[in-house]
């Protein structure tokens, strides 16, 4: 039995989608668990979409997600090159023994030609104009200098079959297909030749990649068949959507690897996330670390149907990540995070991540959650009523006072001391603790959800600014 070898071929043209990140997470998983090989190969065929760098991005996107490849090119391996702009030569010359197979053609046609043969509702066919030129005109004019492209010859009768893991069955009549071109004027091959030349040479096994592909994949079995090659294993993946009835798409919004680590995803979570895209392990686990993903991952939970990328889902599955972590490893992640947040450099941002650490679920909303209190402002005085604590802006105002002279004989303030002093005070007043502690904690914040509790914020602020806010709101409560 073969070993199983997969890759992923990305072209570079820009971030790492979502859509190709799974596709890549699947051919990773089904060749680990297979005890197999994973290669990724770059395909740049098509220098007009090449985008300066994204080369990079496809390299550090795969490694930060884990999903370590056996072979590529920037790691070698026995059946380089691994980018397609490399491999010219190669194409050329199976361009040509497939001419001669009957499996492809010169075409000389201009473009003016080709527009020409567009029918009235826009739609254009190529003919098979150039399939008959005789070989001797065809050497001639390629001896003149006369530009032209290398076109697959498809049957103009008959349906091609074959099957794929996961849809069964798939048939295709050969005259809804076109003959496509395979070699560009420039010499350059198009993805419909490439692939398949490549595939076989790196002894690629199983072929995992979207549904799109379904129509077009009887093209490459018949240039499979006429080279006397064995086809490959097909596995073609549900489409992610974004809702019911569009696609997960870059112009919709975050359809990115990168743009969901800089809202503060963290890539564990991104990477298990997109597994859950079309496939659900038979325990129905959801959150999962790459090992267990390859332990637990089979082709048989793979869905026919398109999934819809759910960020809440996502968003509930980050902050279990989040709670994971430890302590340092929180106050890690969410460093850069604090640092862009207005009270960097006015608290202690290890204290701040403590009091986040099991109240986030994305990091990037950390700002947000507490920029506020880098100063009060005038806030909303109806936050102080409250009908299960009964307090109301009346109440605060008695209270207040009291508060304020509580804490100023505090000067141990620790969260725990404050709470048991605070606690202890309460009761020797006869004043019920949770409407002491909520108009404390609406005092000194302004805010109606905050990070920690009253005497958690008051720790976090110190003895002076809790003060101070105190008075700035009995000032507030009493205009």
């Known amino acids: 039995m073969k070993r199983v070898r997969t890759r992923f071929a990305p072209s570079p043209t820009g971030f790492m989608h979502l859509g190709g990140l799974r596709t890549a997470l699947y051919a990773y998983l089904y060749a680990k668990s297979n005890g197999g090989d994973f290669i990724l190969r770059i395909e740049d065929t098509d220098q007009q979409r090449y985008v300066e760098g994204a080369i990079d991005v496809i390299y550090n ?25 490399e491999r010219k030569e190669i194409y050329a010359e199976y361009a040509k023994k497939l001419i001669d197979l009957g499996g492809a053609y010169y075409c000389f046609c201009s473009k003016e030609r080709l527009e020409s043969l567009t029918d009235a509702n826009g739609n254009r066919k190529y003919d098979k104009h150039c399939l008959h030129l005789p070989k001797e005109e065809v050497e001639r004019r390629i001896a003149a200098g006369e530009p032209y492209v290398i076109r697959q010859n498809i049957p103009t009768e008959g349906t091609s079959s074959y099957e794929d893991l996961i849809y069964g069955t798939i048939n295709v009549d050969y005259d809804e297909l076109e003959d496509n071109i395979l070699i560009k004027s420039d010499g350059m091959p198009t993805y419909n030749f490439a692939n398949v030349i490549d595939d076989h040479l790196m002894g690629i096994t199983h072929v995992i990649r979207g549904t ?4 077009s994949t009887p093209k490459y079995n018949l240039m499979y068949d006429a080279f006397g090659w064995e086809r490959p294993v097909y596995i073609h993946l549900p489409t992610i959507m974004k809702d019911a009835t569009r696609k997960l798409s870059k112009r919709y919004g975050d359809a990115n690897f990168d743009d969901f680590v800089n809202k503060g995803y963290l890539k564990e979570a991104i990477i298990n996330y997109v597994a859950l895209l079309g496939w659900a392990p038979k325990d129905n686990v959801e959150k999962m670390t790459l090992s267990e993903m390859i332990e637990k991952f089979s082709l048989d939970g793979i869905s026919k149907s398109p999934s819809i990328f759910d960020e809440v889902k996502l968003r509930w599955l980050n902050g279990e990540y989040i709670r994971a972590l430890g302590e340092e490893e929180f106050y890690e992640a969410a460093l850069p995070f604090l640092q862009k ?9 290890k204290k701040i991540a403590k009091l986040l650490h099991g109240r ?24 102080y009523d409250n009908k299960k604590n009964k307090t109301d802006r009346e109440v605060a105002k008695n209270l207040l006072p009291e508060i304020k002279k509580y804490l100023a004989e505090i000067d141990d303030f620790s969260n725990d ?3 048991q002093t605070l606690s202890a005070k309460a009761a020797e007043a006869g004043i019920k603790s ?3 502690f909520w108009i404390m904690r609406i005092a000194i914040t302004g805010q109606g ?31």
């Open 449 to 479: 959800v905050t990070p920690g509790g009253a005497t958690e914020m008051a720790a976090l602020l110190g003895k002076e600014e809790t003060l101070e806010r105190i008075d700035f709101s009995m000032d507030l409560l009493n205009k």
């Open 61 to 85: 996107s795969l490694k930060e997600s884990g999903l370590y490849y056996d072979e590529g090119p920037d790691i070698g391996g026995n059946y380089g090159p691994y980018v397609q702009s």
């Open 434 to 436: 949770g409407a002491l």
């Open 341 to 349: 947040s207005k009270v960097n450099g006015k608290y202690d941002l």
């Open 417 to 419: 001391n404050l709470y």
């Open 212 to 215: 799109e592909y379904l129509s």
């Open 360 to 383: 986030t679920e994305v990091l990037g909303e950390i700002p947000e959650k507490i920029d506020w209190l880098a100063e009060i402002e005038p806030y909303d005085l109806s936050l």
